[in-house]
């Protein structure tokens, strides 16, 4: 099935006229179905509701695949504004986007066809290493290259151009698995691909400080922490389960209950904290009534760090509060629903 991101070159006005603020361009050999796939994956997510309320078309995607009239069986040139992969002559694009992220799907044909010395496939994907030997010279890169490989191991030991871009950490392509969802097939894991695309973009791109992990604040309600009968915090609940899952990411938790140090002035933490990284909402029955969650979500809209609502309301809120809405919300399910129905939500992260 050919991509959605295939026809976007035939929107020649359009794209002269919309800028953007980031582009996302996938890189796949046509004969390699994965590249298709993540494409029309990444297009749909990015083209979802999360992102309506970002003014015009402030991120796109694009697929860089099939041939482009007159660059010699190559993909369309990648212009950026700290190179360009291929050649520029006959862009569609007169003016790059201040950011962009270039991904390049591995796959058997790709490997294959760069391992051939002089072929088209090889002259692009050496304008593309020699685009990051550019790019890693920038104190303030407004590029990032990221391979995508998918679960099961290529050989591409004889293959130096692949190898040479796979020395940077990419991303994983991996899929849901038909066992956990014996009604659907298996398919692209789309969830855990965006957020550590979102993640490698905040830090590599936004922040400075690249080397740090992105950090959650978890700002919960006080009466939400479970104790066991000995008083020692409870492995259940909607606050536990959301730090595990977490943890089984590439992110970084903050819970004020244990990461403010003894000595620590606990105020200015908890406020610094909320106003750097990301902040995640667990709003249960108790959050509303909480004076310092109110105070830890204004930190968050006056510093514009995305904020993400888990709703794990029970029966309802008698207080509301205009402070706690306007922002994203996903529902908790929790391990009991998840048994019930296998279909609905797998975890919090996603």
Known sequence: MESLANTVFGREADLRVHSTILDIIILWHPDDEIGGAVCNALMDHYHSDRFSGFAGSAIEVFGHSLPFPGE??????????????????GSLFEDPAPYTVILPVIGENLIRETGEEDSNWSTYLDSLLELRTTVDKEADPSVLILPLFPEQSLDYSNNPRIGRLLERQGLSITSVSSAEVPAAPSSLDVGALARDLGQAIIQTLLNSSKDERLTIFISHARADIPRTESGA????????????????????????AQDIQPGDDWDAKIRQKAGSGALLMVRTDHYSIREWTQWEVLSAKRAQV????????????????FLLDHVPTIPFVSRKERRKDPLRTRSPAH
């Open 72 to 89: 010699r069986e190559q993909p369309a040139p990648i212009i950026t504004r700290q190179g360009t992969v291929g050649s520029d002559a």
């Open 233 to 256: 915090p409870s492995s259940s609940g909607v606050l536990e389960l959301t730090k595990t899952v977490i943890q089984k990411t590439h992110l970084a938790d903050f819970v004020d």
């Open 306 to 321: 995305p904020i993400v609502c888990l709703s794990a309301l029970e029966n309802g809120e008698e207080r509301g509060s």
